[in-house]
């Protein structure tokens, strides 16, 4: 769609833009204009384009036109928080918020889902835990589609298939079985995974979108490489991983990386009664996978390094930097996927131009294609006197969030080195900072552990995955708010 | 390198927040448009905008000549739609007509959409598109988003650039 004229472009939105970015852009764009413009044609253009795209209706309908129209199963977008930068003798920092849009699509793209459940009913799940999952397992079901295949694995010490797959229309099967589960044993997370990528395999994989989504209070202890040797292989083979963990017993660390290699999430349930809330999200758009797999190729320049990625949407989960790839999931529902980049230039001593590849692989499933490129690049000037431009908004908003989220991180590594002091001054940064984003509760949280930390020299378990899995899911919250409320 | 001012910490160029305290390292110079103080010249009231004003299309081409004393610089731009006055930014590929970046816009409070030169049936005008520091037209401070009367050699100043425009 590049250089072509849509209503969007002479809104200067993206697709995905909110109702509300809609009149705001016509509103500061229509104030551009004199008075009397009614004869000028660009002013009709825009009365044009705001005219369609305020209109709900219509919008879907222009949507879907432009996506027969459109050519490329992908439109990938760039912003830079910089694109000229100073010939200078140290290093620079340079932002990229890159984002993927499907083009719109009618329903009809949706592909049949094959979920698997893996549950964890050690004895530590007795009780409230159990029975809100079991509750939200059944609500899950609701939410499919009757062509959907479900299977449940339970596990402990060793794994059960509580419900092999079986297409979601059998509801009440599904349900009588689950309500049998009974806590006990110990957490061996392996087991479990082993039992359910099993149960996804059962249905043939490449007519389905296949998602396995582990739910756990517990450590694993001595499997945790297994696990993720086995994540791995199953991204290879497109299934897809998310994984809860539930209480403050679990390890943080185990289930990011867990996730990392099919681009999965990880996320913090806090209350058994968030359960349902979280599955519900997670289950969403993953019926309408529109591409899978990507990948960005990581082919930078020598004297480029990356520093640090951050999967932005459809959830906030920080992405593996190192290796040839970045594994960045796959593109649910309607919405976009979208990512930032942190890279470090070498000192730019002489004026010339970088260029940035950034080409992005993916599946397209709805077209047949495996590893399609789509090309691009971000080209940056290096120059003696560069313009002063202030970077995207956007861009800036989600690095603001995306710093406070590194700053918890540091506070961690700095304890485990040791430096108490250094990490107590670090939250107390960390809690002015969340106060002025306005996030109370987590501002409230980070005092709390800073008093801890200089009384008792630790945090505590739950607090620390508050603050991390808060923080994180502050950016998501932020990003989501700002982009649409069309998924 | 730049150094935080709130904490001291070194940052490298182009970060946008400190890594250590977590301030916003670009509010001050860089990234806003400067707010300058009050400037003294004209209070006087502008003359009314025409009561008949409308924009018209431009009968032929016409160069306008804009001369900025304090670089001597001097552009020759094409009338054809509209000049507009600013200052280039990341935000959009949109380059202003008369883009003021490279005469030390920012610093000189040139907003990034300052303002519009436009052709009516009342020949040239000036509008001031709500900019921070205003547009003043011969030391008159123009009330924003109103059209007015340009004549040649008269002197313009956007924040607190000055330039004088010559035209046929």
Redesign the interface.
């Known amino acids: 769609m590049s250089g072509e004229t849509t209503y969007y472009s002479i809104l200067?939105l993206s697709v995905n833009a909110s109702s509300e970015a809609v009149r705001e852009a016509f509103a500061t764009r229509v104030?551009?204009f004199?008075?009397?413009?009614e004869?000028?044609p660009?002013y009709q253009k825009l009365l044009q384009a705001y005219e369609v795209l305020n209109d709900p209706e219509r919008r879907s309908v222009y949507d879907s036109l432009m996506a027969e129209m459109s050519p490329s199963p992908l439109v990938v977008n760039v912003?830079?928080?910089?694109?000229r930068?100073?010939v200078?003798n140290?290093?620079?920092?340079?932002?990229l918020l890159i984002e993927v849009n499907p083009p719109r699509q009618n329903a009809k793209a949706r592909r049949p889902l094959n979920l698997c459940l893996v549950l964890d009913r050690s004895t530590s799940m007795q009780g409230q835990r159990l029975d809100f999952l079991k509750s939200a397992v059944e609500l899950v079901v609701d939410k499919l589609a009757p062509e959907d295949m479900i299977s449940v694995v339970a596990f402990s010490d060793r794994a059960e298939v509580v419900q092999p797959p079986i297409h979601v229309a059998h509801k009440s099967a599904i349900v009588h079985h689950v309500r049998n589960i009974r806590a006990s044993g110990g957490t061996e997370i392996y087991q479990g995974l082993l039992a359910g990528v099993g149960q996804l395999r059962n249905t043939p994989l490449s007519q389905y979108n296949n998602h396995l989504i582990l739910l756990t209070d517990g450590h694993t202890y001595g499997d945790a490489q297994e696990c993720i040797n086995l994540s791995a292989q199953a991204a290879a083979q497109q299934i897809g991983i998310s994984a809860f963990g539930l209480g403050n017993e679990w390890n943080d660390s185990f289930l990011d990386s867990l996730v990392t290699s099919s681009g999965g999430q990880s996320a913090f349930i806090e209350e058994p009664a968030q359960i349902v809330a979280h599955l519900q999200q997670r289950i969403q758009g993953l019926g309408m996978i529109h591409a899978q797999n990507l990948r960005l190729i990581k082919d930078f320049p020598a004297h480029v390094r990356l520093q640090y990625a951050f999967k932005l949407l459809p959830f906030a989960q920080p992405l593996e930097a190192n290796g040839s790839e970045i594994k960045l999931g796959n593109i649910e529902g309607k919405g976009a996927l979208s990512f930032l980049l942190e890279l470090?230039l070498q000192p730019q001593q002489h004026e010339g131009r970088i260029s940035v590849p950034l080409d992005i692989a993916a599946d397209i499933p709805g077209r047949n294609a495996k590893d399609q490129v789509f090309k691009n690049r971000a080209q940056i000037l290096v120059t003696a006197?560069p313009?002063?431009?202030?970077?995207?908004?956007d861009l800036?908003k989600a690095?603001?969030m995306l710093?406070?989220y590194?700053?918890n991180e540091?506070v961690w590594e700095e304890i485990e080195a040791g430096n108490v002091g250094v990490a107590a001054t670090?939250l107390q940064?960390?809690t002015?900072?969340l106060l002025e984003a306005g996030e109370i509760k987590l501002a409230q949280q980070a005092h709390a552990e800073t008093e801890r930390l200089a009384s008792m020299g630790s945090l505590s378990a739950e607090g620390w995955k508050r603050l991390k899995y808060g923080t994180r899911a502050m950016i998501g919250e932020t990003v989501r708010m700002e982009n649409n409320d069309s998924v | 390198m730049i150094q935080c001012k709130e904490c001291g910490a070194t940052q490298y160029e182009g970060a946008l927040f400190c890594s250590e305290c977590g301030r916003f390292l670009m509010e001050d110079g860089r990234a806003a448009t400067d707010v300058l103080p009050f400037s003294d010249y004209g209070h006087r009231p502008p003359p009314p905008p025409p009561d008949d004003f409308r924009l018209e299309a431009l009968p032929e081409a016409k160069n306008i000549t804009f001369v900025i004393p304090h670089s001597r610089h001097r552009r020759v731009i094409g009338l054809a739609g509209q000049i507009r006055v600013g200052r280039s930014g990341s935000e959009t590929d949109d380059f202003p007509e008369l883009d003021l970046t490279d005469e030390n816009g920012a610093e000189l409070g040139v907003s990034r959409v300052h303002a519009t030169i436009q052709w009516s049936n009342h020949g040239l005008v000036l509008i001031d598109l709500e900019s921070t520091n205003g547009t003043l037209l011969n030391n008159y401070r123009l009330p924003p988003k109103r059209p007015y009367p340009l004549r040649s050699g008269d002197e313009i100043r956007f924040g607190d650039l000055l330039i004088h425009v010559f035209f046929e």
Not at chain 1, 79 to 83: C, F, T
């Open positions: 200067g104030a551009q004199p008075t009397q413009a004869d000028n660009e912003q830079l928080s910089r694109s930068l100073p200078s140290t290093p620079q920092i340079l932002y470090a006197n313009l002063e431009a202030a970077p995207p908004k800036v690095v603001r710093n406070m590194r700053m540091k670090r940064h960390l002015t900072r």
